[in-house]
């Protein structure tokens, strides 16, 4: 159990469009979910918090407005990376915390999802 | 502040060779310790998790060790094979607002040559 999936796994886009990528806890529920990005040979970095049916919580220094999170249930968050621009580029890695039973409070990470903008 | 060191940065070792990973922290209040093994391109994937309580944890060739009073983990790995190549990611929760927040060692890059 506690297995986090994220769509797509890779996505290669033009510059000034913009890319939605899922993260969907598939057999548990979940209340929270987090978003991290992470540059080569760096370790994750925590964007934003997504808390179901409420506003996400941004880390110091990541644009809102171009980070776009939705969190509609609690099994799925998006994130939506508005007008992207090559440095952009990076992997995304989301988390799920799971709200009960014998792992409640632990995050199970998704797979992550690599971003290239031409 | 709340930080995680890991050392060494990268390790070449070869196989079926043992290695130990270390990690130092500053967290505090400290709720656990876990160890991730993150392959290239791929998410991280749980090893071990420990909590004050515990000074030792094994999953297979895998062993963790914790120290809670001088803050420091090890994790060590026995007859290492070419699939133990991968980033190894210490992370220790810190309990804030009822729940716990991950602060994100820079991991150790591992290469497990034949």
């Known amino acids: 159990g506690a297995v986090v999936s994220q769509h797509p796994s890779w996505v290669i886009c033009k510059s000034g469009t913009s890319v939605k990528i899922e993260c969907r806890s598939l057999?548990?529920?979940?209340?929270?979910m987090f978003w991290y990005r992470q540059f080569p040979k760096q370790s994750l970095m925590l964007m934003a918090t997504s808390n179901e049916g409420s506003k996400a919580t941004y880390e110091q220094g990541v644009e809102k407005d171009k980070f776009l999170i939705n969190h509609a249930s609690l099994t799925l968050s998006t994130l939506t990376v508005t007008s992207a621009h090559p440095e952009d580029s990076s992997f995304y890695i989301c988390s799920a915390r799971r709200t009960s039973g014998v792992s409640g409070n632990e995050q199970f990470f998704g797979p992550g999802t690599r971003l290239t903008v031409l | 502040k709340n930080q995680v060191e890991q050392s060494p940065q990268s390790l070449i070792i070869l196989e079926g060779k043992n290695c130990t990973l270390q990690?130092?922290?500053?967290?505090?209040?400290?709720?656990?310790l876990r160890w991730y093994k993150q392959d290239t391109g791929r998410g991280p994937v749980s090893l071990t998790i420990?909590?004050?309580?515990?000074n030792t944890k094994s999953n297979g060739r895998y062993t963790a060790t914790l120290d809670a009073d001088t803050k420091q983990s090890s994790l060590h790995i026995t007859a290492s094979q070419l699939s133990d190549s991968a980033s190894y990611i210490c992370v220790v929760s810190k309990i804030a607002g009822g729940y716990n927040k991950l602060i994100f060692g820079a991991g150790t890059r591992l290469a497990v040559h034949p």
């Open positions: 990690c130092n922290y500053t967290v505090s209040p400290f709720s656990n």
């Open positions: 057999d548990f529920q979940a209340t929270t």
């Open positions: 420990m909590t004050f309580s515990e």
